[in-house]
Nanobody, 123 residues
Framework: QVQLVESGGGLVQAGDSLRLSCRAS????????LGWFRQAPGKEREIISS?????SATNFFGSRFMTTRDNTQNTVYLEMRSLSPEDTAVYYC???????????????????WGQGTQVTVSS
């Protein structure tokens, strides 16, 4: 059984930076890929990044967001900077055991999800 637990969310001001963490537990083969998603109120869940076991990350959001992974801690990090109110959302960590180096990017490609952590950016 895979568990993903996010932490680090909270209330910040526009322009601030924030680092989210997601700690994974369970069979490592089930989270060869780890991804970050976010979902704002009334919007669909959207991919932010996907990173494989080797630490190769695909960032779908541009340079403000950076994803890294520490396999010794079974933890993936999302560093966000220059936050704006439009970044307000629930941020989710997701795990995928699918084979291959092509990074999963769609919700259906991830088998395991954390409960999410709220990030609120005030103007």
């Amino acid at each position: 059984q895979v568990q993903l637990v996010e932490s680090g969310g909270g209330l910040v001001q526009a322009g601030d930076s924030l680092r989210l963490s997601c700690r994974a537990s369970g069979p490592t083969k089930n989270y060869y890929h780890l991804g970050w998603f976010r979902q704002a109120p009334g919007k669909e869940r959207e991919i932010i990044s996907s990173i494989n076991w080797s630490g190769s990350a695909t960032n779908f959001f541009g340079s403000r967001f950076m994803t890294t992974r520490d396999n010794t801690q079974n933890t993936v990090y999302l560093e966000m900077r220059s936050l704006s109110p439009e970044d307000t959302a629930v941020y989710y960590c997701a795990g995928s055991g699918r084979a291959g180096n092509s990074p999963p990017r769609f919700v259906y490609e991830f088998d395991y999800w954390g409960q999410g952590t709220q990030v609120t950016v005030s103007s």
